[in-house]
């Protein structure tokens, strides 16, 4: 079984940082893609930022920019950099990989950690 967690949230002022990392455990396991989602009070959950094996990048319009994703994968690690911070981008935060382990694929959500922005 893979399981992911989260950590780095908090509460941060407008216009600051804060790190989010994304450690997957487990056994006899690849993944491919992993991306942060966010889900703020009231609304869906969107795909913030995601990342291949490969390195390839994709960003929300809304983070980019302000923004970096990136991964450690012989940690098995993402890790979202976010700088700039908007009372907007308050929410859960959530980590998401597609992950093979032999016959198949799956997807696998971690908890989520929150991220409040305000002053």
């Known amino acids: 079984q893979v399981q992911l967690v989260e950590s780095g949230g908090g509460l941060v002022q407008p216009g600051g940082s804060l790190r989010l990392s994304c450690a997957a455990s487990?056994?006899?396991?690849?993944?491919?893609?992993m991306g942060w989602y966010r889900q703020a009070p009231g609304k869906e959950r969107e795909l913030v930022a995601a990342?291949?094996?490969?390195?390839?990048?994709n960003y929300a319009d809304s983070v980019k920019g302000r923004f970096t994703i990136s991964r450690d994968n012989a940690k098995n690690t993402m890790y979202l950099e976010m700088n700039s911070l908007k009372p907007e981008d308050t929410a859960a935060y959530y980590c998401?990989?597609?992950?093979?382990?032999?016959?198949?694929?799956?997807?696998?959500w971690g908890q989520g950690t929150l991220v409040t922005v305000s002053s």
């Open positions: 998401n990989a597609e992950v093979f382990s032999f016959p198949k694929y799956f997807a696998v």
């Open positions: 990342i291949t094996s490969a390195g390839s990048t």
């Open positions: 487990g056994s006899n396991f690849r993944i491919n893609t």
